[in-house]
Structures are given as C-alpha cells and as structure tokens.
C-alpha cells in the first residue's frame, strides 16, 4: 500500500527503529526492495533522487502502481530535491514525499524556501522532509564532516517554523563510498540532545553507506528513524556480477544478478535498522474506483 513517509516515520519514532531508504535506479530496483520489504514484513521508503536520467511523470505512476499493490507499507520520496519546479513534478507523478534540500543555504532563507512547498505538499497529503545542517560528501570525508553539524538549539526552531514532517541531521556520516578502511565517527552526544530538544521528533540520517551496522543499529534505537542508503546497494549488485558465472547463456541472467546482490543489501538494513515484521495492515484500503455518472454530475 502507498504511504506517505510520515506514516512510516510516526510509527518507526513510536518504537524506536528506523526503515531503510534504498535509493531507486531502475523498475527493477523497485521490485526488488518492495519483494525484500514484503519477505520480511517491514515497512519501505523508495529514494528518488533525480540524478538520474528518469521520465519523472512515468517512473512516478510506475512506482505509485507498484507500490498501490504492495502487501506492506511502501512511501516513494523524492530524494533532495533543489527546486520548486521538481518538488512539484513529483508531487504531480504520484510520489507521497518529498525532501526539499535547502541546507546549504543561510538559516532563515533554509526556512523561507521549505515553508514554501510544505504548504504546497501538505495541501495534497504529501510529506516533506528537510535537511539543517549538512551532510557532506565522503570522498571529501576530513573537510566535510565537522562543516556543518547539525545545532540542537536550532533544530527545534526550524521545525516550528517550517512544519516539516520529519528532518535529516547531520551526526557525522557522509554521502557516497568513504576512503578504503574509513568509517564515520558517529556524535551520539548530538544525536542525543537533538531528539531532546525537538520534543522526540522523527529524524533522518542520510550517507547510511559504509557507516557499519554497530552505528547504524545504535542510532535507529536511539531516535534515527530513516536511514538513506544508495551506494552500497549498487556495490553489492556490481560485486554479485563480477563473482557471477555469465559464460555462455549465463550473459541472460544479467539483471536478475545484479537484483540479487542489491535486495541481499536491502534485506540486511532491514535487520540492522530494527524493521523487520513491522509493517501494519491498513485500516481501511482505499481502492481506485471509477467516477460513476449519473444524470445530475456536471460535465
Ligand atoms: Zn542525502
């Protein structure tokens, strides 16, 4: 069933665990972590940056269906998103989320932009996540780690004053693949005082790769509750190729092979991040019905 991220993100708060966010590619990707997400009975969140070359309306329909049909719950969410324009392309595709990604800009023009299209996504039930502080790159992890972390006295008063839905911190961890042997030092300490000084807000975490399953799993128990996760993913998958036999007729098993190495991934943060079998059944399932005419409707 389609969600919205808040959905996910309230329960996942109520309870102390985090749903992983596996960043989409491909319609296959899309199966793949929703099959993952139903095999193990936990709730998803589809990551949409749109870095990638997709027909946006297309995809967002595709996965909007997909997701319709999927026996847990699944949000689709459209990953930093940097423009007005683009938030609203997805919203119009069918997404149920959006991270409007202001973070590097000065704190009251951060909150002015945000303001702006949580009004425009709130008004068509769709959830919106921000950023305040910001998360770097880990090809650039020494400069960028103590940049911008995330204040906890200021977490509160963007919260407030934007009305977003959930909010991306930055704790230490970095976006891509890390140098070879690094790993992120997590601030729990700040971690700790953010939840604090929100009031128990739900957070994100974004740069989930190659922080190693003791951080991840000790941050989604103490209040982390969504954790983005992309180039692992993709390392899994290109690892499952090169170990793969493609001889001959094995060529054809192309796709299935690289689904295999990613949904391995996907399955394993479901277990490290503590969603497993905590999905829920909806209580009332709103199916698409078509509009039935009858001689007073106005055409
Ligand atoms: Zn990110």
């Known amino acids: 069933m389609l969600v919205t991220m808040k959905e996910i993100l309230d329960r996942a708060n109520g309870e102390n665990y985090a749903v992983p966010a596996p960043v989409v590619q491909t319609e296959l990707n899309a199966r793949t972590a ?33 997701a319709e049909d999927s026996a847990v719950p699944v949000a689709i969410n459209h990953d930093h998103g940097s423009d007005f324009e683009s938030a609203v392309s997805c919203i119009k595709a069918g997404f149920s ?17 945000v303001k702006e299209l949580v009004k425009v996504a709130h008004a068509v039930g769709v959830s919106v ?38 909010l991306a911190v930055a704790i230490g961890t970095a976006h891509g693949a890390y140098n070879k042997g690094q790993t992120p030092y997590l601030d729990y300490e700040r971690l700790e005082q953010i939840k ?55 060529a054809y098993g192309f796709a299935n092979i690289i689904e295999e190495g990613y949904g391995s991934r996907v399955k394993h943060f479901i ?13 009332k399932v709103v199916k698409r019905e078509k509009a039935v005419l009858t001689e007073n409707t106005i055409l």
């Open 129 to 166: 996540e921000a950023e305040l502080g910001h998360v770097g790159n880990a090809n650039n992890y020494e400069m960028d780690r103590d940049a911008a972390l995330t204040e906890p006295a200021l977490a509160k008063k963007f919260i407030d004053e934007t009305g977003v839905d959930c």
């Open 271 to 283: 277990e490290v991040l503590g969603s497993k079998e905590k999905a829920w059944k909806p209580e």
């Open 97 to 113: 989320s959006i991270m409007v990604d202001r973070s590097e800009l000065p704190f009251e023009e951060n909150v002015a932009q």
């Open 34 to 66: 929703i099959k993952c997400a139903e095999e193990m009975n936990s709730p998803i969140i589809l990551l949409i940056p749109l870095i990638f070359d997709y027909d946006v309306d297309l995809f967002g329909r595709y996965l909007k269906a997909l």
């Open 196 to 250: 604090k000084e929100t009031g128990n807000f739900p957070l994100v975490l974004h740069g989930g790769s190659g922080t190693g399953d003791e951080g991840l799993s000790k941050v989604s128990k103490m209040g982390i509750n969504k954790v983005n996760i992309g180039c692992e993913l993709f390392a899994s998958a290109i690892e499952a190729i090169k170990t793969a036999d493609t001889d001959g007729n094995g």
